[in-house]
């Protein structure tokens, strides 16, 4: 995230792109001066919830709305814990349990733009 509020670009330099925090006036005339563009989204507070552990807790799963907003709650545990117990397997060879929470996540990753998912797409599996 470049900031919380403000996306500046300016032009190529040396094929590099500049991105700065526009969040100032001073700063803002500086962009726009060198033929960037400010562009000023509205940034929505998060949604937080507080949750104690228990011992029942399998796994957590953290992902932009590119995935709920096509997969349900169920859908998305069934296949994160198939992936954990090593019943659903894309790329990694039985008995790498390293990596399953890993595979698990591009595995929902890709589900979710196999169901025509337009937002971005961001998806962690952390095993408990």
Known sequence: MISDSFYCSVPREENNVVL?????????????AAGGVVINWDVYQPE????????????L?????GLWDVVS???????????????????????AREHRAQEAAVILAELALSRGSRDNISVVVVEL
């Open 73 to 95: 709650n169920e859908v998305v545990c069934k296949v994160a814990r198939q992936c954990l117990s090593g019943q659903l397997v894309r790329k990694v060879p039985d008995g």
């Open 20 to 32: 700065a925090q526009a969040d100032r006036p001073d700063e803002m005339k500086r962009v726009e």
């Open 61 to 65: 799963v953290l992902a932009s709305d």
């Open 48 to 59: 937080v919830t507080v949750t104690n552990r228990t011992e029942e807790d399998e796994l």
